[in-house]
């Protein structure tokens, strides 16, 4: 088993989440690779912990597509593909857009100088090359305006597909020449969202990740 990583402990959190937590991560950053066999006795050795978190977490990565079940080999980190990207992003762009066109009709005024906040939180994240900080920052400007959409259900299943695009975030996110579209694109949601125009503000989600699915498939392409 290839990587480098270690176990991050955490007094607030249940064992099976720092467990999963743990190898969620190394499979984030590449520290376990596509295609690697998740084998329970060796990372529970690796990370001093029993067999039962080991195996809690790596079902809770299945959830994710982060790992894949395969008979007679067992689990193993699920490689990245443009059919799942592809399936991914068109459910997302529906949510998505209809979120947008929602939270027109319900943010508020705080929750617009929270977005603008988390813009400049994102902006920041992109120009110190912090990877991880990237993502987080881009799923909480996301999260608010899905927040302000005010349908508790579409919230639940963006939620859900969240953790599937996380991976493909950060893939997404490595690209440093999408850095200043990206900030640009945050821009005229916001702005939509501030003008409380609906039409605006869908398009321009759906443009947002529409850019995002071109320019992954080529990455993916390209690296095949």
Known sequence: MNGNFHID???YLPLRDVVFNTLRRAILKGELKPGERLMEIQLAQRLGVSRTPVREA????????LVLMIPRRGAVVAEITVQDLEDVLEVR???E???ARRACENITDEELRELKRAANDFKRALESRDLLACVETDVA????ICRAAGNRRLQQ???NLR???YRYRMEYLKD???HKLLIEEHDTIRRALKKRDPVKAGSAMKVHIENQRVSMVQNLTKNV
């Open 9 to 11: 402990m955490n007094e």
């Open 58 to 65: 790596i079902r809770k990565l299945e959830l994710e597509g």
């Open 93 to 95: 762009a529906a949510l």
């Open 97 to 99: 857009e209809l979120a």
């Open 141 to 144: 400007f996301h999260e608010i």
């Open 157 to 159: 299943m963006l939620l």
């Open 163 to 165: 953790e599937q695009m």
């Open 176 to 178: 440093e020449r999408m």
